[in-house]
């Protein structure tokens, strides 16, 4: 009951300010998801998409191999140096399109 009082008044009191002209109520979105993914890189390929502006994004595709399933990302910009053939490697990202961007990799 008390929670939901103090929801109330604060509620009641950002539409009486919000009224006054001055007062702006702003959000924020929460931080993008990272993603990882771990394995043996088996496969890097470096390619040129279409971004969602007409216009070119380089993307460096990786095949990661364990327990003998296979996954690919791609990864915005030419990175095939940050990817050592045959090493197992964990890529921490975050998802996108038209490619993920690279947030940390880390050599195992």
């Not at 300010?17 to 993914?37: K, Q």
Request: charged fraction near 5%.
């Amino acid at each position: 009951m008390n929670r939901f009082l103090s929801l109330c008044f604060a509620v009641s009191l950002v539409v009486i300010l919000a009224g006054c002209g001055n007062i702006f109520v702003r959000g924020a979105l929460p931080p993008a998801t990272v993603s990882s993914v771990s394995g043996s890189v088996s496969v890097i390929q470096l390619s040129a998409l279409i971004g969602q502006n007409g216009t070119t994004v380089q993307v460096t595709f990786v095949t990661f191999l364990q327990d003998g399933a296979s996954s690919t990302i791609g990864f915005c910009g030419d990175q095939r140096n940050q990817f050592p053939m045959q090493q197992t490697v964990r890529a921490d990202f975050n998802p996108g399109q038209p490619c993920s961007s690279l947030i940390t990799i880390l050599i195992i």
